[in-house]
């Protein structure tokens, strides 16, 4: 079964020499790409199912000649700006002064650290560990000497833009990874919270809505059996809520129901005496669980207002 060929990765690459017969030889080299054995894509059903999920691309070379060091850094710049950067340089080792081939790889090196160097020349006086030294790390970097064949450049070619495709593919995962992992705390610190605050209602709805009805119901004339089963009903609410409580610790919840119900009508704002009448109790029972209030909200003898107090407490 024929497939039809996939998309070819475009691996751009810098050619830098002052030699026109040289940038010549690197033009007639790259005129082979199209022969060459690794750009044939996969023709069977197995080695399709192989691209796709290794994501095996055929490659393909966009080619910028320069000729001298400073057209070449110049490049550099321009390619990380436009966000398409060179996947490698050949850079003739001799070039016009005042920069060599040397002097630019370090400078190309400061501005993409992921470019593969490739330090071209035709003499024997550059010692490869110095150049190495300059221009790190050495595992980004080769040395190699003219005269050299179409096929062992292309080699050099496929085999560098692989390993750099490669490396750009798992900075990619990484960075996705890391993107994935701080929505993923960010979602966490949010369920967290909406659990805080699920905790929270729950006990203050437990506290104001069923905790002044137990205490009613105590108040009636209920047969022993009945006291015990409000009793137990009663023991078995808090130890619902106790574990909410215990890591929430927040003052409002050592509140007595009587005084969580009182606080909840201070803060719609009626008066001790409308309270009183509300409750059926006398002022003064209001006015002391008013203070109780106070003391246990940490605002005795402080100049804060009650209702405002608990209006800013939500």
């Avoid at 160097?117 to 790190?136: C, K, M, N, Q, S």
């Avoid at 506290?207 to 105590?218: D, H, I, M, N």
């Amino acid at each position: 079964m024929q497939f039809p060929p996939p998309k070819r990765y475009m691996l751009r690459i810098l050619v830098a020499d002052d030699e026109e017969l040289s940038l010549e030889l690197f033009k007639d080299v790259f005129k082979l790409e199209k022969k060459f054995p690794f750009s044939i894509a996969p023709q069977s059903f197995h080695e399709t199912s192989e691209y796709l999920m290794d994501s095996k691309e055929p490659i393909a070379f966009d080619i910028t000649y320069c000729r001298n060091s400073s057209e070449a850094v110049n490049s550099v710049k321009e390619s990380l700006a436009e966000n398409r950067p060179y996947a490698m340089a050949f850079l003739d080792v001799r070039m016009p002064l005042p920069e060599d081939g040397i002097q630019a790889g370090e400078q190309i090196r400061r501005l993409d650290p992921h470019i593969e160097l490739i330090f071209v020349t035709g003499f024997f006086d550059y010692d490869p560990l110095e150049v190495a030294t300059r221009v790190p790390p050495v595992h980004k970097m080769l040395y190699i000497q003219k005269p050299f064949s179409a096929h062992e450049l292309l080699h050099f070619a496929y085999a560098l833009g692989g390993k750099w495709l490669h490396e750009k593919n798992g900075r990619t995962l990484r960075e996705n990874l890391e993107e994935a992992n701080t929505a993923l705390k960010v979602l966490l610190g949010q369920r967290e919270a909406d659990k805080k605050t699920m905790e929270e209602v729950i006990v203050r709805n437990t506290q104001q809505l069923v905790g002044p009805l137990f205490e009613k119901l105590k108040t009636t004339k209920l047969s022993d059996r009945q006291k015990h089963i409000v009793t137990t009903l009663e023991s078995n609410l808090e130890k619902i809520t106790s574990p909410f409580l215990e890591k929430l610790g927040v003052k409002f919840y050592n509140l007595t129901p009587m005084e969580l119900q009182i606080a909840n009508l201070v803060k719609t704002g009626l008066s001790n005496k409308e309270i009183a009448n509300m409750l059926g109790l006398s002022t003064g029972t209001i006015m002391a669980h008013r203070h109780n209030l106070r003391d246990k909200l940490g605002i005795t003898n402080k100049k804060v207002n009650l209702r405002t107090h608990l209006l800013s407490m939500g």
